[in-house]
């Protein structure tokens, strides 16, 4: 069974749920913070043995290539200060990891940005990760994800339950659950999935969640497949066809995930990430104490 040694970052939309700051940035690089959204998920790949980063960029998107390259600049003025720390977490995220770019010429849709990858991924397994699901895991969820698909040689979405009235907002699985590990509660055998489907149409409650390992022949698929939800050409509907062929399996992940691409989502995952914050989170936890809520 080949490796997973990359992974995908579709990183092309144009962030409208987040305008106006995402007019003129990229929604991945909204901090958490101090980390762009985008650096999480490149950590949690990097922890989950993942070492090559594909992101598939668009119009607009240079901040994200600047973050990741070494800024010869910044370096210098951190040295002649002497601000050593500093300097070591900036030469860390371009020391991080090995990157390519793609573009993604228009925005047509998650399938079609995972589709521009194609050349770089070539024929072995891969990951796809969606930077604005932020998942905070004692073990990444990615790594979850990669034992299922080394334990099975299947693909692998990771699920996860959510209530009725936001289930339209996700691909919604149908699903039986499979012995795993001596228990029956988190892996599941998918038999259909629907992307985007009415709380009144959805097969279940089980959501995917932007984390994924994939087998080449979704490329194929996603040739094959018209525009679905959206008018766009939807990663769900591949992973359908590809169920024609081979089993795909779900991994409801331990962990707690933010929508960090929603505005809710986002404080949320900014208040909860900076309790946790050696050097912030006594003074701000105190802070918060002080306000009339
Ligand atoms: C995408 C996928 C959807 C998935 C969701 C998870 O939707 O198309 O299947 O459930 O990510 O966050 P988006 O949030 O980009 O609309």
């Known amino acids: 069974m080949a490796k ?11 962030g409208t749920r987040f305008l106006p700051a995402t007019k003129a940035q990229p929604k991945e690089m909204l901090p958490l913070v101090d980390k762009p959204l985008i650096q999480y998920g ?20 240079t901040a994200i290539e600047d973050h990741f390259d070494v800024s010869f600049e910044l370096e210098h003025l951190l040295e002649t200060r002497h601000k050593k720390d500093l300097l070591a977490t900036v030469r860390a995220v371009s020391d991080m990891i090995d990157v390519s770019y793609v573009r993604q010429k228009e925005a047509l849709g998650l399938g079609h940005a995972v589709l521009r990858a194609r050349e770089l991924v070539g024929e072995e397994p891969f990951a796809v990760v969606l930077s604005d699901d932020v998942i905070d895991a004692e073990v990444p969820c990615l790594r979850q994800l990669l034992d299922v698909y080394e334990f099975y040689n299947a693909p692998v979405v990771a ?20 012995a795993h590990n001596g228990g ?34 979704i490329f194929s698929s996603l040739e094959a497949i018209g525009p679905g939800s959206g008018g766009e ?9 590809v169920l024609r062929c081979r089993p795909i ?3 409801k992940f331990e962990g707690k995930r933010y929508d960090a691409g929603d505005k809710l989502g986002f404080l949320k995952a900014t208040v909860e990430f900076a309790l946790k914050r050696f050097d912030l989170g006594q003074e701000f936890r105190q802070y918060l104490k002080t306000l009339p809520i």
């Open 249 to 251: 399996y779900g991994y």
């Open 159 to 178: 699920l996860m339950e959510v209530p009725d009235e936001s289930i339209s907002a996700y691909g919604v699985v149908d699903a039986e659950p499979v």
């Open 42 to 61: 490149v950590e949690e790949a990097m922890q989950s043995g993942v070492r090559n980063i594909l992101i598939v960029t668009g119009r607009g998107k």
């Open 4 to 14: 997973v040694r990359k992974a995908v970052f579709p990183a092309a939309g144009l």
């Open 233 to 241: 050409i939807q990663l769900t509907d591949g992973l359908k066809h």
């Open 184 to 217: 029956r509660d988190r892996l599941y055998r998918i038999r259909n999935m629907v992307e985007k489907p009415k709380a009144s149409e959805a097969p279940s409650r089980l959501a995917i969640i932007g984390r994924y390992v994939l087998t080449p022949e």
